[in-house]
């Protein structure tokens, strides 16, 4: 069996390293009559070494068996060119499946070069739908759950977003959140690290100074100038209360200095803001932060295991089992929403969460389960 992985950005290498160490473990522990292949490529969709190479040594990972270096550019020119090139590596190893993750546009490249070329495909967080067409994310998913064969779900919405969609029951295999599983596997090792210290988030005792974490990336938040200052403005009012670390993806720095608001988002206004962190880093800053602010999906996720009140600055979300389950608030990017729901947490009037059913550490290993119960029988077959 040979599994090719296509992964183009953070996210990504933190759902993969865990299916690829389980399909280790398989092999070394099951003894199966089929051996399993694996092979990584990355279509460099992040090129910065902190948003893409970094995670590799984080994670453990072997290191990418190509990397085809595909870099920014507009949505169809970067989907182009990772079609472009991501053809001819199918071309070249032939493999029997391509597993795709999350919804970049790698997954979706990746997910339509396979098919046309009629080798079957997985697809790992299956079935998250925020009914937002304007998110690229959004078609993204869309387009590669009508096309893989096999839709490993997070979660029961997403199951039934998948079947109200026609989807036949036999291709959806709900598998648990496999980010989870690289979540706890390094969170012991990541609270050891001197991220706060290095930071000077400790105080004179070595105790965590209160601090809030923001993330903003998504282009329905920080194309918009006027939006992005709303957020702005708001953060200057939290910053009053606590300092705001704000890991700035360059794509965002970008937007700032084009949109002149650098001047808002600055230590001027206890905002400070860091070049991208390694998972390591940021997951330690994670699990200490008193409140996270972000419009990232993985992230309403991983706060909602870490216990820590979760601000979404989105008006939707395509994961509201961590509303319904977790402790993430969905707040929209208004200034005046934003701040209400900031002081409800300092006030203690945000809810306690819980881990969602199979968000326990071994979504991997029932992929791998899935996956090689699935080749058994395409072979028999």
Not at 122 to 139: F, K, N, Q, W, Y
Not at 280 to 303: K, V
Request: aromatic fraction near 6%; charge should be negative.
């Amino acid at each position: 069996m040979k599994v090719l992985y296509a992964v183009g950005a953070r996210p990504n290498f933190m759902k993969v390293a865990p299916i690829y160490e389980a399909f280790e473990n398989y092999m070394h522990q099951k003894n199966p009559e089929i051996q399993i292949e694996q092979y990584l490529v990355h279509t460099g969709q992040h090129y910065d070494h902190a948003m893409s190479e970094l995670f590799f040594d984080n994670l453990g990972m072997p290191r990418p068996d190509v990397n085809l270096e595909i870099g920014s550019g507009t949505h169809g020119q970067q989907t182009g060119r990772i079609m472009e090139n991501f053809e001819q590596v199918l071309f070249e190893w032939k493999p029997d499946l391509v597993l795709v993750v999350g919804d970049v546009n790698s997954t979706m490249a990746c997910t339509i070069d396979a098919k046309k070329l009629g080798i079957p495909v997985a697809h790992v967080e299956a079935g998250l739908r925020s009914r937002d067409m304007t998110m690229p994310e959004e078609i993204n998913r869309i387009v590669t759950d009508a096309l893989a064969d096999l839709l490993l779900t997070t979660d029961h919405g997403a199951n039934k977003n998948l079947l109200a969609e026609g989807v036949s029951e036999d291709r959806i295999h709900f598998v648990g959140n496999v980010m989870i599983d690289s979540l706890l596997k390094h969170r012991e090792k990541a609270l050891k690290s001197s991220t706060l210290k290095d930071l000077d988030l400790l105080d004179v005792d070595g105790n965590t100074k209160d601090y809030a974490v923001l993330t903003l990336h998504r282009p329905g938040n920080v194309d918009n100038s006027e939006i992005l200052k709303n957020i702005g403005e708001a953060l200057v009012q939290i910053g009053k209360k606590m300092t705001v670390i704000f890991p700035i993806h360059p794509r965002t720095r970008g937007r700032l200095e084009s949109n002149e608001l650098t001047g808002i988002f600055s230590e001027i206004n206890n905002i400070r803001l860091l070049e991208p962190l390694g998972y390591l880093d940021f997951l330690n800053l994670m699990a200490n932060a008193s409140i996270i602010l972000t419009d990232s999906g993985g992230i309403q996720e991983e706060s909602t295991i870490l216990d820590i009140p979760c601000l979404t600055l989105r008006p939707n979300t395509e994961r509201p089992v961590t509303i319904e389950q977790g402790t993430n608030l969905l707040v929209g990017n208004k200034r005046e929403a934003i701040i209400e729901a900031f002081q409800s947490v300092l006030d203690g009037k945000i809810k306690k969460g819980q881990a969602p059913e199979l968000w326990d550490g071994h979504a991997a290993d029932r992929i791998v389960e899935v996956l090689v119960s699935w080749f058994k029988n395409t072979c028999n077959n």
